[in-house]
């Protein structure tokens, strides 16, 4: 049987003030399965009205959505958790039920904003910086535009999902590509990648140090290094960057110097140029450019090279 097309999703008048709904309308806007679930959702009107746990306009949520009705958080349909009189679906969150309901529960970028927005659907995310309440906030702001704060809960839920969705691409990266080296209890994680997230999936992965290439085709910092380390492993890298430094000249052809302080002093070293190495007050990186610094010649060593030299010095 053809489903009829949604000519409306209805939420509860308050509805811009909690990320349950907002979260709804996000997917209903953006998600191709809820689109092929429901004909129409993603152009379909809002309607702020209802109550949760009760039919709305005395009708069941069926007898709505055959009229074009799709209800969230209200009508006692199959969105609608709110125990109540006609017997609404009484668990997890209208955006749980609806991400089940079109398929995409498993998505793994989305298991944690599921998460969260369950718990602060249960009144668990009181933090004043919680989505829910900056909702509140600006809706006082705000008080006759409930769309808007509604867009801005749906720009943020959507930001987060990106997030998710490369931290998962990274762990992904770090599974087939990262080669993985134990020195005593430190491990330590060479792999090429531009994908910034690499860095968190190692640290949660338990490495200690992270040596990353940037692929020959990234159209930043193409094919430079960087070595990074974990502030709670407190690693000094000022052996591994005098090695490095002095492999560089070689590799250049060049003769700077061979003066151990030198070698080893924090920042850049005048004529090997392609490193700078932080340290004091912070965790120590070595870095072949950055983001902030683009121009920076790009290291003559190889990945290999430098994990090596990483190995034997820390």
Known sequence: MKATPVQAIVFHKNA????????CLWIARTRPEAEARFPG???????????????????????LEAEGFLMFGVGAGRFDEHPGPQNGAKKACS?????????????????????????????????????????????????????????????????????????????????????????????????????????????SQGASVVIQQRPMNSKVLPGNIMVYTERRARINLADAVATIRQEEQR???????????????????EGVLEWYYLTGGTADMLLNGSFSAPDTPRTRLSLETVTEIVLANI
């Not at 811009?16 to 979260?23: I, K, L």
């Open 95 to 203: 955006f749980s039920l609806f991400c089940e309901e079109i398929g995409i529960s498993n998505d793994p970028a989305l298991s944690k904003i599921i998460e969260y927005v369950a718990e602060s659907d249960r009144g668990n995310s009181g933090h004043p910086m919680a989505l829910g309440s900056l909702a509140k906030v600006m809706d006082r702001l705000w008080p006759n535009d409930p769309m808007k704060v509604f867009q801005w809960q749906i720009d943020a839920l959507a930001a987060k999902y990106l997030e998710q969705k490369a931290f998962h691409e990274a762990e992904r990266e770090y599974n087939e590509k990262a080669r993985k080296h134990r020195v005593g209890k430190l491990l330590v994680v060479a792999i090429t990648t531009d994908n910034e997230l690499v860095n968190a999936v190692t640290r």
């Open 41 to 63: 959702i993603s152009t379909a009107e809002v309607i702020f009205d209802g109550t949760g746990g009760e039919q709305y306009e005395g009708k069941s949520g069926d007898e």
């Open 16 to 23: 811009h003030r909690h990320t349950d709904d907002a979260a």
């Open 251 to 269: 590799a250049k052809g060049v003769s700077v110097t061979t003066d151990s302080h030198k070698l080893r002093s924090p920042g850049k070293m």
